[in-house]
C-alpha cells in the first residue's frame, strides 16, 4: 500500500546546498515523517523501543538522523547498534550500483525500510508478517484476543528488513509456519487463496503451505461429524463446477486452428500470425454473408423453382473456370431468381408453378400468410447483409484500436513476458513446446524494440537517402500507373472482341467462352509480378526497421489493387451494364457475377502458382544450386492485400452472384491449409523480429475503408441509378432496384391507409441518398471520437508516466542530499578531534 509522504523542505534552502543545522534537521524530520506515515496503527512496544534506540543514538553521537519518529515497524534494537559500532569498516563495500553512491549504514537502514526495498527480505519476517495478517482476518469473523496479548514470536518484525540477513532459529521458523498453517485453515477458501497469493514466497513454498492446510482442514473435517445432507451438498457442488471447468475447456479446444495458430505464432513471431488471423476473420465474415444469402435468398428459390426454358447444356468442365454454360441457369447468378411473390397454395392450381404477379405483392390465389415476395426479400437480405456488415467492421475497427494504440513500452511489456507469460495449467509436452516457442519469439520482438537505437545520419547520407526513396517512389507508382493503363486499354479491346465475336455466327462456343479468361489472367498475372518490382524497390530503399518496410510495401500494394479494381469496376458498369445488348446479353448481372466468379478463381489460382513457384521452387534451388540455408521470408504486405482485394470482390458480387460467399469460403479454407504448409516448410521467421503490435488494426482498417467502402459504393450506385435487365432476375420490368420497395410500400398503403406514413419513410430516408450520408458520418464520428478518447487516455498515461519518473528523480535527489549531510556531520567531530590532539 502506498502512502503520501510529505517532504516539506523550502526551495531556498535546497538551493542553498542545506548548509544550516535547521535544514538537516528539515531533512531528518521529513525522513522520520516518512516512517511514521509507513508504520501507523502498529504495537507500542515497538515505539517504545524506537525512542529508546533515538535516545542511545543521540548519546552516542554515531549518527546524523538525530530525530526519528517515535512510531516504527519493528524491533531495531540491538542490531542497530551493532551497526553503528562498526559504521565505519563498512562504508568502504557500502555501494549502490543503481546510482553509483557509497551510502553509510544509516542511510541505509532507512532505504531497507522503504516498500520499495523489502522485496528480499528473508522467509521468516515473510511468515510472520502474513500470520499477523491472517490473524487480522480471523477476528473480522470472530473473537480473538489482542495482539498486544500474543506472543512476541508472532508479531511482525522487521529484522529481516535490513541490509543483511536476519539468522532465525529454526525451531521459531518452524513454529511460525505451523501458526501461518492453521490460520490459513480457519479462513475461508477465497481469502486464503488471497493470502497465497500476496506473499512473496516462492511456486513450491506456496504449495506446501497450501497442502499443509488442506491436510489439516480434511484431519479435522473428519473428526468432527458432516452431516449426509451436507456432504451430498459439497459433492454436488464439486461435480457440478468440475463439469462447468470442462465444459469451458472442451469450448476452448473447438477454436478454429488454434494449434495451428500457436505454432506460426511461436516459429515465426507476431508479423506472419497477423496474415492468418486477418484470414481467419475474412472467412467469419464470408461465412455470415453464406447464412443470410442462403436462408432468405437460395433456400426460398430452391423451394420453388421458376419455370425457365427447357435446354439440354451438357456439362464439359471449362465451367468450373468461366461459370457458364452448366452454372448459368442455377440458383448462384442473379437471372435465376423471380420476379413474382412465391405463394405455397398456388402451387396445386396451376400444375407445380407459382403465381406471377409481377413487381407486386398482390396475390391471385391462396392465402397472403404464405407469401414471399422474391424482388422484396432480394433488395432487403442485400441491403441488410452490408448494413449488418459494416457495423461488425467499425466495432472490430475501434475495438482494435484501443487494443493496439494504448501506452505499451517494450519494458514493461518485457518484464510482464519475462514473469507473468508461463501458464501453470499447461501440463502436456507438446503445449509446453508451443508455449516456450511462443515466449522465447515474443521475447525476441520486445528485446529487439528495446535494443533499436536510431543512428543519427549525416546530411550527405540524409540527402542520398532521400533520393533513393524518391527514385523508388517514382518506380512504384510509374509502374501502377503504366499497369492500370494496360488493364484498361485491354479491357476495352476485349469488350470490343466480344461484340465482333457476337456479330459472327460460325464462331466455336468453346472458345468464345473460353476467350472471357484473357481479362482476368492478365488482372491477376500484374496482381502477381508488380509486387516483386516493389520489393526489389524496398531493398534499394534499405529501410532500418522491419515494420516501417511492412507498412510502405502494404500501401504500394493497395494502391495497386485499388487503382485495378477501379477499372474493372468502371467496365463492368460503364461499359456492360450501359449496353449490354452490344454483346448479345439479355442478363447483364448474370454476365457480371461470372466475370466475377472467374476473377476470384484466377486469383487464388495465381496465388497457389506463386506458393508453388516462389516459395517452394526458390527454396530447392536456394538449397541445391546455390548451397544456401536462407529460405524465403513470407510476403506479410503482398499475401494480405490478395486476401482484401478477394475479399472486395466477393463483396461486389454477393449483388450478381448470392453463392460467391460460399466460393470464398472455400478458397480461404484451402487458402490457409496451403499458406501454413507452405510457411512451416518453405519460409524462415524474419532476420530481424519485430513486433507487429498494431498490424491487425491496419489489416481492419484497409478491410473497412477502401475495401467495403469500396464495394458498397458500387453496389448502392447498381441499386440506384442503374436499369436492371428487362428479361430476367428479381427486379426485370423496374426502371431501378429501390423501386421494389417502394412498389410494396404503395401495396400496403393501398391496404391499410394507417400505413401511409411508411411511404414518406421509404422516400425520405430510404430513397434519399443524404440519409445514407448521414449515417456514414455518423460511423466516421464514432470512429473518430473513439480514437480521439485513446489518443487522450494516451497522454495521460505518458504524463502519468514521466510523473512517476520525476518523482524518482526527487527520491534519489533526497537521498543524495541526506548523505551529503551525514557526510559532513560524520567528518566534523573526527576533523575537531585531530585539530584537539594536534594542538
Known sequence: MSHNVNLDLQLHHLEAGLESPLDEEGVHDSFSQLIAEQTQDKGLSEAQELQQLQRDLEEEGEDGVAHLSSQGHDVWGGRLRQMEADEEGEEADQYDPFIGERWSSATLKILSSMPSRTIGRNRGAIISQYYNRTMQLRRRRQSRPPIQDLSRSARPSIRGYGVESDSIEADEEVSKRDRLVNNLQNLSVSDRVRMLRAMPLSVAEKSELRRLALRKGRRSLSRSQIPCCSQ???????????????????????????????????????????????????????????????????????????????????????????????????????????????????????????????????????????????????????????????????????????????????????????????????????????????????????????????????????????????????????????????????????????????????????????????????????????????????????????????????????????????????????????????????????????????????????TVLDTFFGEFLWRLFSERALNRRRKPVFDIARNVLELIYGQTLAWLGVLFTPLLPVVQVVKLLLLFYIKKGSVMLNCQAPRKPYRASQMTTVFITLLCFPSFLGASVCVTYTMWRITPSSSCGPFQGLRTMFQSGKRWVEELERGNRKLSWLVWVHTYLVENPVFLFVAAGIFLLVIYFHTQVVDGQRKIISLLQEQMENEGEDKKFLITRLQAIHERKHTSPRHLTRQDSAC
Open 232 to 606: 451430498l451438498k459439497y459433492y454436488i457442488i464439486i461435480a457440478v463446477r468440475q463439469s462447468w471447468y470442462s465444459w469451458l475447456s472442451f469450448l476452448h479446444s473447438l477454436q478454429l486452428w488454434q494449434v495451428a495458430l500457436k505454432r506460426v505464432s511461436g516459429r515465426f513471431g507476431t508479423g506472419v500470425l497477423s496474415y492468418f488471423l486477418f484470414l481467419k476473420t475474412l472467412l467469419f465474415f464470408n461465412l455470415f454473408l453464406f447464412l443470410v444469402t442462403s436462408v432468405f435468398l437460395v433456400l426460398p428459390q430452391a423451394v420453388h423453382p421458376p419455370k425457365l426454358p427447357q435446354s439440354q447444356v451438357s456439362f464439359t468442365g471449362l465451367e468450373v473456370f468461366t461459370g457458364q454454360g452448366y452454372f448459368s441457369n442455377s440458383v448462384m447468378y442473379y437471372g435465376y431468381y423471380s420476379n413474382f411473390t412465391l405463394n405455397k397454395s398456388c402451387r396445386g392450381g396451376s400444375q407445380g408453378q407459382n403465381s406471377t404477379v409481377l413487381n407486386t405483392t398482390r396475390l391471385d390465389c391462396g392465402s397472403p400468410r404464405l407469401s414471399y415476395n422474391m424482388p422484396l426479400a432480394y433488395f432487403f437480405t442485400i441491403g441488410m447483409a452490408f448494413f449488418i456488415t459494416c457495423i461488425i467492421l467499425v466495432y472490430s475497427m475501434s475495438h482494435s484500436f484501443g487494443q493496439s494504440f494504448r501506452i505499451q513500452q517494450s519494458h514493461g511489456l518485457l518484464a510482464m513476458k519475462v514473469f507473468c507469460s508461463w501458464d501453470f495449467k499447461v501440463i502436456k509436452k507438446t503445449s509446453v513446446k508451443l508455449m516456450s516457442g511462443n515466449i522465447c519469439t515474443q521475447l525476441k520482438e520486445l528485446l529487439a524494440e528495446v535494443n533499436h537505437k536510431h543512428v543519427k545520419k549525416s546530411v550527405c547520407q540524409r540527402l542520398w537517402r532521400l533520393t533513393v526513396h524518391g527514385l523508388a517512389w517514382v518506380i512504384c507508382i510509374g509502374s501502377t500507373v503504366a499497369c492500370v493503363l494496360a488493364i484498361y486499354y485491354f479491357s476495352e479491346e476485349m469488350h470490343k472482341d466480344l461484340q465482333q465475336r457476337t456479330r459472327s455466327s460460325n464462331e466455336d462456343p468453346m472458345l468464345k467462352e473460353a476467350s472471357l479468361l484473357a481479362l482476368p489472367v492478365v488482372v491477376s498475372l500484374i496482381n502477381l509480378l508488380l509486387p516483386g518490382l516493389f520489393n526489389l524497390a524496398a531493398w534499394m530503399e534499405e529501410y532500418d526497421s522491419p515494420s516501417i518496410r511492412t507498412h510502405v510495401a502494404i500501401f504500394r500494394n493497395l494502391m495497386l489493387k485499388v487503382s485495378v479494381l477501379g477499372v474493372l469496376c468502371y467496365h463492368w458498369l460503364g461499359r456492360v451494364a450501359v449496353e449490354p445488348e452490344s454483346i448479345g446479353l439479355q442478363c447483364w448481372e448474370s454476365f457480371v457475377g461470372q466475370e466475377l466468379y472467374r476473377f476470384l478463381l484466377m486469383d487464388f489460382i495465381f
